[in-house]
């Protein structure tokens, strides 16, 4: 059976409906349907009291729904940074004079509170409709939850009826202020209809952990108050009225998460180190803005990979949506809020890593081999005015002394001295605009060919630090392309060749007093930590959701058995005799 564009499966009694994971964990409970308000504007349109009378309960309205708001801060006080962001979002729209200026115009004509409300909202909601990115668009949604909750105040509407607690929660879409209200009832899970995972609804159900599954088309149909209800927020899944068999199963997947929680929840607070004492700087990467409401980003020991290609909106600019000049401005703003977030830790921004196998439809040719062409620092050096918009944008958001800039894809020394010339051309002319910065942040390159390792005491004279990209790494220096199935096989970044490369870049490094870091896929690999440790990483940064896990697996190992460890492994000959060595299937 299909319903809208979600697949349901049924087997016997139960129904599975799939969706997207929003917020990981499993969660058990009784479906709670949360119906869509019904506003008829016929009985709210014309009013018989005064336009003073109509524009008093406007501002009341406001008053009363700011009091909620400072209720659920203090509830929340200072405990999750996330949440009193979305509040006080919610308050800059509250005031927003626009609105206001909108809202009064229509009450003068004659109109009612609520009309003016929802006429006034509907209006800049429909304008953001027509933006085209899709981020700008999930704003309309928010802006229809807050409208809808000054409806419901203004016709006296209770935000969370009497849900029980440990319900599963549906619902068409909801406001962060509903979110929080729902957290401090206690629910067990969210079903959302629509909305995406950067909604304020997602993004406030991660930080609270209530596991959650969005983009259900009608869900609020299809379920019953009372059904009994399992999801799973990793998969995107849920199973209404489960059999016994399924709902045993699935109370055992909600105890080893529990246990493994524990385990992880018991070394949080702790710093990372090996058991006999060796520090290490466990970072995050960060790929996407809305990695920044994840919880265990912050308890890191900052960011050790800015991927600024996906962080900023790189197609709007190329589709001319705004000027360099612009897109300079947003990069900015983007880059401080990340360094503002996470400070006083230390934010390694990567510049523009694009060509080869990311956005291709920015380029207006077909390479015949992309991995080996135009691509990372070459397509930068190329671009001059794009890049220096980019390390401008750095550097005015450096004024916290808290980031890094990092080059992608460096191979040739002339590319290091090129890159700096342009640095320090941009660092004059923010000095001659009046603009603050970090005149001394620091600067580093990606290690990620051979060419680059093997020149690692060369580049040190130019660089303050390192960082390994073990994907590229072990592409280049096995020439394997792990996305191709026919030599996927080759591909290993345990092997011999290429631990033998990461050891030569790091002894060199630190002949020249370098920190070096490393931030591939293999940092996340169970079986690396002994081998990370062995080879002496000053940092190693990893996905947000892999930083516990990886700290726990730190907190495990003796260093000088890694270092012996290692030691056998550099003496193996083949990939498939390290991966036996270190057990790895």
């Not at 890049?387 to 460096?410: G, H, V």
């Amino acid at each position: 059976m299909v319903m809208g564009k979600t697949k349901y499966s049924l087997a016997l009694n139960e129904t599975v409906l799939k969706g997207i994971p929003a917020s990981k964990g499993y969660a058990i409970g009784k479906a709670f349907i949360i119906k869509d308000l019904t506003f008829n504007n016929s009985n709210h349109t014309e009013v018989n009291t005064s336009k003073e009378d109509e524009l008093k309960r406007f501002f009341q309205t406001i008053e009363d729904y700011e009091n909620e708001l400072v209720s659920y801060s203090q509830k929340i006080d200072g405990q999750n940074p996330v949440a009193l962001d979305m509040i006080e979002s919610i308050k800059l729209i509250l005031h927003d004079p626009d609105i206001h200026e909108n809202v009064k115009r229509l009450i003068d004509s004659g109109k009612s509170a609520e009309y003016s409300v929802l006429k006034t909202f509907q209006k800049f909601e429909n304008q953001l409709l027509l933006i085209k990115s899709k981020l700008i668009r999930e704003r309309a949604l928010e802006l229809s939850q807050i409208r809808n909750r000054l409806l419901e105040l203004l016709i006296n509407k209770k935000l969370t009826s009497s849900v029980p607690e440990g319900s599963v929660v549906v619902a068409s879409s909801l406001s962060a202020d509903q979110v929080i209200a729902f957290k401090e009832k206690k629910v067990a899970g969210f079903i959302i209809e629509m909305g995406g995972v950067t909604t304020h609804c997602s993004i406030l159900a991660r930080s609270f952990r209530i596991p959650s599954v969005i983009s259900v088309p009608n869900a609020t149909k299809f379920l019953k108050d009372g059904d009994e209800v399992l999801i799973d927020g990793y998969k995107g899944i849920i199973i209404v009225n489960p059999t016994e068999k399924t709902l045993e199963d699935f109370k055992a997947k909600i105890e080893d998460e529990s246990q493994i929680q524990k385990e992880l929840g018991e070394i949080l607070y702790l710093p990372t180190q090996t058991k006999d004492g060796t520090k290490v700087e466990l970072q995050a990467n960060l790929n996407f803005r809305q990695e920044l409401d994840e919880p265990e980003l912050y308890h890191s020991d900052g960011i050790g990979l800015v991927r600024t290609e996906h962080l900023v909106p790189i197609n709007e600019f190329y589709n001319h949506e705004f000027t360099l000049d612009e897109f300079e401005q947003i990069q900015y703003e983007i880059y401080s809020e990340v360094a503002v977030k996470m400070y006083p830790k230390i934010v390694t921004f990567r510049a523009f890593d694009l060509g080869g196998d990311k956005f291709p439809s920015l380029f207006a040719y077909n390479e015949a081999n992309p991995m080996l062409g135009f691509r990372g620092i070459r397509y930068l050096l190329a671009n001059r005015a794009f890049f220096k918009a980019q390390l401008r944008a750095f550097l005015k958001a450096s004024i916290e002394k808290n980031i890094q800039i990092m080059l992608p894809m460096i191979t040739t020394v002339e590319e290091i001295v090129e890159s700096l010339k342009l640095l320090n051309e941009c660092k004059e002319e923010l000095t001659r605009d009046g603009f603050e910065f970090d005149s001394d942040v620091k600067f580093g390159i990606m290690i990620e060919t051979p060419a680059a390792a093997l020149q690692t005491r060369v580049f040190a004279k130019y660089v303050d630090f390192f960082s390994i990209g073990t994907n590229d790494l072990t592409q280049y220096t096995l020439v394997a392309d792990r996305d191709n199935s026919h030599v996927s096989s080759y591909f290993s970044p345990f092997h011999p060749s290429v631990l033998a490369l990461m050891k030569f870049t790091i002894d060199e490094a630190k002949r020249y007093k370098k920190k070096v870091g490393i931030c591939g896929e293999l940092a996340s690999h169970p079986a690396a930590a002994s081998i990370l440790v062995g080879l002496g990483f000053d940092t190693i940064s990893v996905s947000i959701p892999n930083l516990l896990q990886v700290k726990k697996w730190i907190s495990e190992i003796d260093s000088n058995n890694a270092k012996k460890l290692l030691k056998k492994a550099l003496k193996c000959e083949t990939a498939e005799e390290v991966s036996k060595f270190l057990d790895i299937e």
